[in-house]
T-cell receptor
């Protein structure tokens, strides 16, 4: 079945630095990738949608200059949290959808980001 | 935009009891997904429903989608401690997937 690999699973960074999270589709071409954020005791909130080779579409309230999304290939999307602050600490999870209808949405295992 | 209402927010049941979680959409659903999650971990796919009136079962979990494709229910029979977690419904609107607020299930031994 479809597999999405997300790295790193956990990262701790200092306030003011940038962190990159990778999301790879291992056995299918991901035409669309989605990035979600989950705060403690809350649900997953869609941050942005990216189509391969296009600029990402951000949800209202998500700063595109802070959360840089790159989807340069059909198997890789990256989310870079720039100038991270403690309030950016959260669980980030990606999802990928391929060309084939039966692939549906496949989720990565998530990244726990802690900004100190 | 599409909104998903999930109820209840939390549920505590005794082991062996049955329970139902509901998910209601403000718009007709293209597809409805059910996931289980332990906070801070990835999502475990349970079931996907697409057709009005569809019902699927896996082990002790049954999910239904109503004829109008705006409401789904997840039913667990004879609950066990292993069923504990957060249950999320996700609405596929063919452009993206958005989630309900989640139901936190606790099963007391």
């Amino acid at each position: 079945g479809a597999v999405v690999s997300q790295h790193p699973s956990r990262v701790i960074c200092k306030s003011g630095t940038s962190v990159k999270i990778e999301c790879r589709s291992l056995d299918f071409q991901a035409t669309t990738m989605f990035w979600y954020r989950q705060f403690p005791k809350q649900s997953l909130m869609l941050m942005a949608t990216s189509n391969e080779g296009s600029k990402a579409t951000y949800e209202q309230g998500v700063e595109k200059d802070k959360f840089l999304i790159n989807h340069a290939s059909l198997t890789l999307s990256t989310l870079t949290v720039t100038s991270a602050h403690p309030e950016d600490s959260s669980f980030y999870i990606c999802s990928a959808r391929g060309r084939a209808v039966n692939y549906g949405y496949t989720f990565g295992s998530g990244t726990r980001l802690t900004v100190v | 935009s599409q909104e998903l209402e999930q109820s209840p927010q939390s549920l505590i049941v005794q082991e062996g009891k049955n329970l139902t979680i509901n998910c209601t959409s403000s718009k007709t659903l293209y597809g409805l997904y059910w996931y289980k999650q332990k906070y801070g971990e990835g999502l475990i796919f349970l079931m996907m429903l697409q057709k009005g009136g569809e019902e699927k079962s896996h082990e002790k979990i049954t999910a239904k989608l109503d004829e109008k494709k705006q409401q789904s229910s997840l039913h667990i029979t004879a609950s066990q401690p292993s069923h504990a977690g957060i249950y999320l419904c996700g609405a596929d609107n063919n452009n993206d997937m958005r989630f309900g607020a989640g139901t936190r299930l606790t099963v007391k031994p």
